[in-house]
């Protein structure tokens, strides 16, 4: 199986999703002449033209809005964010018209659009370039929000979000665009909606997605050499949540560390323990840990900024908490 | 384009003299959308309908003359003072009062209310609540349209109130950017909720907007029905041909406060009288009475056949049932494929 970069998987994606469908477009800040500030369309302009992978002003706002209108004329944009910082200035259009269009219309008009780019903290970017949105956008009903942590997932994902009838938040990394991993020549798809078990075991279960699932994975080798056996569970996509998946790990570990970037207070995290003391109060064996971004906003020096993200080392910390060992 | 370009100006339409028919059927309409929203606002003093209702009374030129001089492949988008433009596009009094009053028979199930009602049979694409962020959207139904090569154009209406909203600009940057075939028209009804243009803008003919995005505009009175058709005709046309978008403003008047719950303290003396002269309703009929020879008897007859619609709609709204509770999630996501 070819090995690529995150970047090239979802450039794949895209490709193939144009080819198949003239309905879909790629639009957003520097996706054309410039390649994309990330290289993730790198080519497309050469393949599509200028009709179908198109530059925009520094308008965020407006050109998420122009693609809810596309949308609803029957195309099926992907709508670029440079970084998922950008787009709080397009979160109108995004929740009160991409959302809610279908709902308040009774089903008249469809929604099928991606918004897509990088999101949360990357290296020194400092306060404003550091956001990590998740718990911002899986919060409305209308939404739904998917966040890969292979090239692999990101690829199957992305193809599913593209064919997908409902606005879907795509949640990518700056750290991972360089990040390689095997990608199958022939087509597949990955459904929205299913988590994966990255790793088996049965001591506790350390629920994440995206980057922290890399994160996550350093710790779980690291555990096992202490002897803990840790669950990796890849949500994969955050709305609509993996039920089944998630309380089936809790039902074989009874024990779970939730892991979540960004800021902690009512974060995809707090939701997630909620539902699982809801549903399954009685097979967990101890308190939930969670471990996610300390409650400040991203401080520029390297010091600070390792303080306040989520390393390794909290991960194991927190799973030693749960099994008892510290 | 760069300074020294002389600005494009918009030609007449080429849309023929409206005959004694066609006016007719024109000021028939103004008055259904105004015997209906009537009615809505009784209903509204009577608790049968609820929230927020902001009636166009004064405005029907507008939405009427609009919608003459479009096609049905065109598009619209509007605001949330949309009765009577979802009206002249086609939606019908029934389906318009049914949603008021929050019933399943209205034309968003009920799920919509007065701001946000929907008929894509009719290519009317909602009213929404959120000042002039519906303008962007209008520029992506364009550039939908462009794309599929429908021969449709995307009308976007809006208050002088959305002209200061940056969604609104981006949207005008965009729209010219990428030559959209779009209509942009600003329907200054003198009042952003209860802001009086000139106190809310130092410009007070919001087409300038257009100015500095190289845009075609026009300011023109709207208050006569056979004029918008003409410059809402000439626009869409300048559209569809390929030429790029429009900015319009529409001079109108809003004869009711913002909305049912504002007594519009905030008028000078003596204006709203002074504006109800040059009332749509007045004016078009005095045109077929002077120019078409139309008898008192042929406009008795034309209201009492109005009169009847606009109540039928009330008592079809009356009758209709509830939405069924069992439905409340039906529409939070498209099934895939559907």
Avoid at chain 1, 146 to 162: E, F, H, Q, R
């Amino acid at each position: 199986m070819p090995l690529i970069q995150m970047r090239e998987a979802l450039r794949q994606a895209m490709s193939e999703e144009m080819r198949r469908d003239p309905n879909v477009f790629l639009m957003g800040e520097e996706v054309a002449y410039y390649d994309g500030a990330y290289k993730v369309s790198q080519g497309m302009l050469a393949e599509f033209g200028p009709d179908r992978v198109v530059d925009t002003p520094i308008s965020e706002n407006g050109f998420a809005g122009l693609g809810v209108g596309a949308a609803m004329a029957g195309m099926r944009p992907i709508i670029e964010f440079m970084t998922w910082n950008f787009s709080l200035v397009a979160y109108d259009q995004i929740i009160n018209s991409a959302a809610r269009i279908y709902q308040m219309s009774a089903g008249t008009y469809k929604m099928p659009m991606v918004f897509r780019g990088a999101n949360g903290h990357a290296e020194n970017l400092g306060s404003q370039h550091s956001t990590a949105v998740d718990s911002l956008y899986a919060h409305f009903p209308g939404l739904k929000v998917v966040s890969p942590s292979t090239p692999y997932d990101a690829k199957g994902l992305l193809k599913s979000a593209i064919r997908d009838d409902n606005p879907v938040i795509f949640l990518e990394s700056e750290l991972m665009y360089g990040f390689k991993g095997e990608v199958p020549e022939e087509e597949y798809l990955i459904p929205i909606g299913k988590a994966d078990i990255k790793r088996d075991g049965t001591d506790l279960v350390i629920v994440c997605w995206g980057k922290h699932v890399h994160t996550c994975l350093r710790a779980a080798e690291e555990l096992a050499k202490q002897g803990i056996s840790a669950l990796v569970l890849d949500l994969r996509t955050i709305r609509p949540l993996d039920h089944e998946a998630l309380f089936a790990a809790v039902a074989k570990t009874h024990r779970v560390v939730v892991v979540q970037e960004g800021f902690p207070y009512a974060g995809v995290g707090a939701e997630i323990i909620a539902r699982i003391q809801e549903s399954c109060f009685d097979l967990l064996d101890g308190p939930i840990v969670r471990v996610t971004n300390r409650d400040v906003p991203q401080p520029y020096a390297t010091n600070l900024e390792k303080l306040v993200i989520i390393t390794a080392e909290r991960v194991i910390d927190a799973a030693l908490t749960v099994v008892g060992r510290k | 384009m760069t300074s020294d370009q002389a600005e494009p100006t918009l030609p007449s339409s080429s849309l023929p003299p409206i005959k004694r028919d066609g006016l007719l059927a024109l000021f028939r309409q103004m008055l259904l959308i105004r015997r209906v929203e009537e009615l809505a606002a009784r209903a509204y003093t009577q608790r049968k309908i609820l929230g927020f209702c902001h009636l166009y009374i004064g405005q029907e030129s507008v939405a009427v003359g609009a919608a003459a001089a479009c096609i049905p492949e065109d598009h619209w988008v509007t605001g949330y003072r949309e009765h009577g433009q979802a009206m002249a596009k086609g939606v019908s009094a029934r389906a318009l009062m049914a949603e008021l009053y929050g019933k399943a028979t209205g034309a968003s199930h009920g799920l919509g209310g007065s701001m946000h009602i929907f008929d894509a049979s009719v290519n009317f694409m909602g009213g929404y609540g959120i000042v002039g962020a519906h303008v962007p959207l209008a520029a992506g139904v364009a550039w939908g349209l462009k794309q599929r090569k429908t021969g449709g154009v995307a009308v976007c209406f809006f208050g002088d109130g959305a002209a200061h909203q940056g969604a609104f600009f981006e949207a005008l940057c965009l729209a010219q950017l990428y030559s959209l075939p779009v209509v942009f028209i600003c329907e200054n009804n003198y009042y952003a909720m209860g802001t009086s243009i000139d106190r809310q803008s130092y410009l007070t003919d919001m087409s300038l907007r257009g100015r500095g995005v190289g845009m075609v505009h026009e300011q023109f009175q709207a208050f006569d029905v056979e004029v918008v058709r003409d410059r809402v005709g000439a626009a869409v046309e300048w559209a569809r041909s390929g030429k790029g978008p429009v900015i319009l403003e529409a001079v109108t008047y809003r004869f009711r406060g913002h909305s049912m719950s504002d007594p519009a303290k905030y008028r000078k003396e003596g204006e709203l009288e002074q504006k109800k002269l040059t009332d749509p309703l007045l004016i078009t009929e005095h045109r077929l009475r002077d120019t078409f020879a139309v008898t008192d008897a042929e406009l008795e007859a034309l209201r009492a056949g109005v009169d009847a619609e606009a109540e039928d709609a009330v008592q079809f709204a009356e009758e209709s049932p509830i939405p069924d509770p069992s439905r409340l999630y039906d529409y939070i996501y498209a099934p895939n494929g559907s």
